[in-house]
């Protein structure tokens, strides 16, 4: 995998996109209970019951990284299909049947699951709650993929002028009594800046390192002045029964929290591109990219689907009972590897539907195996050519 990597390839772009993903997994593992409550399971967090964790949701609340590599990624495979004369219409379906093609798998098995549940008599409850729970990561797929198909438009787009929406925005809900509907603006505006900087990016306006720390020390003292003077919750993902939530719609706080973080991204360039040329490095990170719809989609079924084999046993600590001391915290930890072992099996049941293309093997015959998507015009991390006796690695181009 590492030898079969074209050598211009941006392998730091890769390791900042798996960092996101691995950390939205690994935040909602950690911050979503479901306790049973005689026949019902309802869902709770730590983090209503133990404010003093909200720093967790500081290191694993990292969509805004995901987002700022999704507009580098987009605004440059956008320039290089304008330079082939591919039109826009076919380089956005290529992108946008990426991201749903697997969504079709995860929708199917769910409603066969909810119908299942409820003839068979389940609380009516309980399966709002798994059902919301395990649809959840829908709504990001929705909002980037409305930043994709908007692309072209905001290819040049200052950042500053999505920040300015968001700003606003706040000021008419908590400064002046505005319908709280009205914050659901910032639910493009505010993915819409760390999407812009991306582009930024891509026009190489990052390049050095002041931008940078001008991102984080500025996303950091913005942040940490909201929290502490204007009164903004310090949590930076949603907390059940909580009146105002950063991410839900987004908040200025959450968006300055996400120049910090797209801020301290950009430093770390230099330091991931030298990791990843480790070969098991590269290899864990390219799997992961590999598998990133897949272990996106997944997660929360693979949460539910332990716990709910664990009620076999009983109520047990960490998966069961109610999120309210720190016991429950180092529980769920011990969790953790089981949580991994689901998701691996439902990984290896469904990550065929994100590579609809890759060839099966067929006896001893010759094959061609793309370890992305597709062939021609479309993104690939590594691709081979294998024949019974011998395999010979190839380029492969970073769209």
């Known amino acids: 995998m590492d030898t079969a990597t074209p050598p211009d390839r941006d392998r730091a772009v890769d390791a900042l996109r798996a960092f996101a993903v691995l950390g939205v997994v690994l935040g909602h593992w950690l911050v979503t209970a479901l306790v049973a409550d005689g026949g019902r399971l309802h869902t709770d967090s730590p983090l209503q019951h133990l404010p003093r964790l909200a720093p967790i949701s ?156 001008v991102l984080f020390t500025g996303g950091t003292a913005a942040t940490a002045g909201l929290i502490v003077c204007a009164g903004y919750p310090a949590s930076m993902v ?31 360039r230099e330091r991931l591109r030298r990791t990843m040329r480790r070969p098991m490095a590269w290899a864990a990170v390219a799997f992961v990219n590999l598998s990133a719809m897949t272990i996106f989609l997944w997660h929360q079924t693979a949460l539910m689907a332990t716990t709910a084999t664990g009620l076999l046993l009983g109520r047990l600590p960490g998966l069961h009972t109610s999120p309210d001391h720190l016991g429950w915290a180092a529980a769920r930890l011990l969790w953790l590897p089981a949580f991994a072992l689901t998701l691996a099996v439902c990984w290896a049941a469904f990550h065929t539907y994100e590579h609809p293309g ?10 061609t195996r793309t370890h992305t998507r597709s062939r021609a015009g479309r993104s690939r991390i590594v691709r081979t050519h294998r024949s019974s006796d011998r395999a010979t690695p190839t380029g492969a181009r970073h769209v």
Not at 358 to 367: A, H, I, K, Q, V
């Open 358 to 367: 890759t060839p099966r093997r067929s006896g001893s015959r010759p094959r």
């Open 238 to 268: 949603g907390v059940p029964g909580a009146s105002v939530s950063n991410l839900n719609p987004p908040t200025l706080a959450a968006v300055t929290f996400g120049l910090a973080q797209c801020g301290l991204a950009l430093l770390l």
């Open 58 to 213: 500081w290191v694993f609340q990292t969509l805004a990284v995901f987002f700022l590599v999704g507009g580098h990624v987009a605004t440059r495979g956008y320039t290089a299909a304008r330079a082939k004369g591919i039109p826009y219409r076919r380089w956005l379906t290529t992108r946008l049947s990426r991201l749903f093609t697997p969504v079709a798998a995860l929708l199917t098995l769910w409603t066969i699951a909810t119908t299942a549940l409820l003839l068979s008599g389940t609380d009516v409850t309980t399966v709002h709650t798994l059902a919301k729970l395990a649809l959840s990561p829908l709504w990001f797929l929705a909002v980037f993929a409305a930043l994709t198909a908007a692309t072209p438009l905001v290819t040049r787009l200052n950042p500053l002028w999505p920040l300015a929406v968001v700003l606003h925005v706040d000021l008419l809900r908590f400064g002046f009594g505005a319908p709280p509907a009205i914050g659901w603006v910032n639910l493009a505006a505010g993915w819409l800046v760390p999407y812009t900087l991306g582009a930024a990016w891509t026009r190489g306006e990052l390049d050095g390192p002041r931008a940078g720390w």
